[in-house]
């Protein structure tokens, strides 16, 4: 498979790498307006034979089948557009676009076409995610009650995008793949501290209508690397810890049981603090083993193979669309302080 990559930026270039070492992949264009990159490009990816300046040129090229755009988030709709539009398969970087209409019409363009659209959700890629979607459908940890994760850090500020928009698809896509279900209920706020006007700090609650709660919570301006996602069951409970090199998962058998059974089973509700502390189990702790790949390159890989089997990527279009149609909901429910309810969509 033919490919085209247009954008070389921060994340562009990690993109090239993997794609680059794709099997049955080819990545020969890159388009790139910001000339002084264009050595770089040649010296390192030998291969890529042709660099353009717009898209428009590179969308001319009748030997490309598909193109990734690793360009920002406000030129993606328009960019994926037009890249469906000339027969090309697509992967975009997060998020699909900047709104659920635009996503839809997107969706759609790609559905009538016959082309893949994959979104780059890159944390449904990561062995550890994988384990704990697994460990969740096995009904290891009982019923989920609630998540809440923190994606923060000292920078890197954006002027494009806020906070919410730039790290929450992150949390997003991973809780409505762990739950497969979509929130009923969004409810958001957030703080402008650095530039006037977008966000740094941001808040976001789901409600599902299964009755559970997430939480997700990103920052630009915070003195530690965290990235970090607590998950409480009825019978266990684990914390996924992103940064750690080797206790990426660690399963906690605690909780409380109603008359010597888990919750889920168990017949009487508490009643008094006494029954309470009574019933509460601390069992052992646990470290899974993981055997880690690289995320994005698994990332990579699905894409070409979805376009040359015709498979449905996991981070598809619609998945996409979902990720999005939260985060409009949250943008509406911090500008008008109020829970903002979503219309159900399937995922
Ligand atoms: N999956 C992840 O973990 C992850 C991490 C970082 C960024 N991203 C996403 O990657 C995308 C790019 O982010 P970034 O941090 O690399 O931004 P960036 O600003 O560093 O890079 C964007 C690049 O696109 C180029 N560009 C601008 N207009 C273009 C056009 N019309 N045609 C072709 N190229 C054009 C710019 O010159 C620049 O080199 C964003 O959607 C962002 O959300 C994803």
């Known amino acids: 498979m033919k490919c085209a990559q247009a954008g070389y930026g921060y994340w562009g270039r990690n993109l090239m790498r993997c794609f680059s070492s794709a099997r049955n992949c080819e990545l020969t264009v890159c388009c790139e307006p910001e000339t002084n990159l264009h050595d770089q490009i040649r010296s390192q990816y030998p291969n890529v034979r042709n660099i353009d300046i717009n898209l428009e040129t590179t969308l001319e090229r009748p030997e490309i089948e598909a193109v990734i755009l690793a360009t920002p988030a406000a030129l993606h709709h328009q960019q994926v557009k037009c890249c469906l539009e000339a027969g090309k398969h697509v992967f975009v970087e997060k998020p699909l676009a900047t709104s659920t209409k635009q996503c839809e019409e997107l969706v759609s363009l790609a559905d009538g076409k016959g082309l893949t659209l994959m979104v780059g959700h890159t944390f449904l890629y990561n062995d550890a995610v994988r384990w704990i979607k697994n460990f969740i459908d096995q009904g290891e940890l009982g019923n989920v009650q609630y998540i809440y994760f923190q994606r923060l850090a000292l920078g890197r500020v954006r002027k494009d995008v806020n906070v919410l928009w730039n790290l929450a698809p992150h949390d997003v896509s991973i809780a409505l793949y762990w739950l497969g279900e979509f929130p009923r209920e969004v409810l958001s706020t957030g703080q402008d501290f650095l530039q006037s006007g977008i966000d740094d700090i941001s808040f976001l609650n789901m409600k599902f209508p299964s009755g559970r709660f997430v939480q997700v919570h990103v920052s630009w301006l915070d003195p530690s690397k965290t990235r970090k996602a607590v998950v409480v069951g009825s019978r266990k409970m684990l914390v996924y810890d992103d940064c750690s090199p080797d206790q990426k998962i660690t399963v906690y ?88 309810e979503l219309s159900s969509l399937s995922l």
């Open 253 to 340: 058998d605690k909780g409380f049981d109603v008359d010597g059974k888990p919750q889920d089973i168990g017949s009487r509700p508490f009643d008094s603090f006494g029954d309470f502390s009574l019933i509460q189990r601390v069992g052992d702790i646990s470290i899974p083993r993981i055997s880690f790949r690289e995320p994005l390159q698994v990332e990579a890989q699905h894409f070409v193979d979805s376009v040359t089997t015709g498979g449905k990527p996991l981070s598809d279009g619609r998945s996409g669309a979902g990720v999005v149609a939260v985060l409009e909901a949250a943008s509406d429910s911090r500008r008008r302080k109020a829970a903002v």
